[in-house]
């Protein structure tokens, strides 16, 4: 499996990327949005197409409520930092998906959840109605929403892993 070239960070940093991962959602970016492009550049992707290439992922994926959006930015960071590039590569596949499930099963354990709509603690009649329409981010919608409190647990979730690479 190719090895990626990212770019080395302290510990410091990689908690500061945590800080900035909540930032972004407190600036209003999706929960993906937010854990992806704390941590994309050092991969060599820019934020603003990080934030575009996660912007669907937003509200459990495309505000359907099912995959927590700070949840699919861990997958999208794994596939960064070792996703395999050769379709033929079963080993690299392998290797990327055994990290995936690793570091979901710590966010699970943490978050009773890698579902929106359990997390949100929504029902099924819920979900449907305008179900494409975002959320207006007042300050009432922050204080009911554990979102920012689950982007901070995957950007920690993944700096963490990071750590443990070094």
């Given at each position: 499996m190719e090895e990626?070239?990212?770019?080395?960070?302290?510990?410091?940093?990689?908690?500061?990327?945590?800080?900035?991962?909540?930032?972004n959602f407190m600036q209003g970016y999706g929960c993906c949005q937010s854990v992806v492009a704390?941590?994309?550049?050092?991969?060599?992707?820019?934020?603003v197409m990080a934030k575009r290439v996660a912007a669907g992922f937003g509200g459990g994926v495309g505000r359907m409520r099912m995959m927590c959006g700070a949840v699919s930015g861990i997958v999208m960071l794994v596939g960064l930092d070792c996703g395999q590039t050769e379709g033929s590569d079963r080993e690299g596949k392998s290797a990327c998906y055994k990290v995936v499930q690793e570091l979901l099963a710590r966010s699970q354990a943490e978050n009773g959840s890698l579902i929106c709509a359990e997390?949100?603690?929504?029902?099924?009649?819920?979900?449907?109605?305008?179900s494409y329409v975002a959320s207006a981010r007042t300050a009432?919608?922050?204080?009911?929403?554990?979102?920012a409190a689950k982007v901070e647990s995957a950007a920690r979730i993944f700096a963490d892993y990071l750590k443990g690479k070094k």
């Open positions: 990626v070239r990212r770019k080395k960070v302290s510990d410091q940093e990689l908690d500061e990327r945590v800080a900035r991962a909540v930032d704390a941590f994309a550049d050092l991969y060599g992707m820019d934020e997390i949100l603690g929504i029902q099924g009649h819920e979900k449907a109605q305008n009432e919608y922050y204080k009911t929403r554990p979102c």
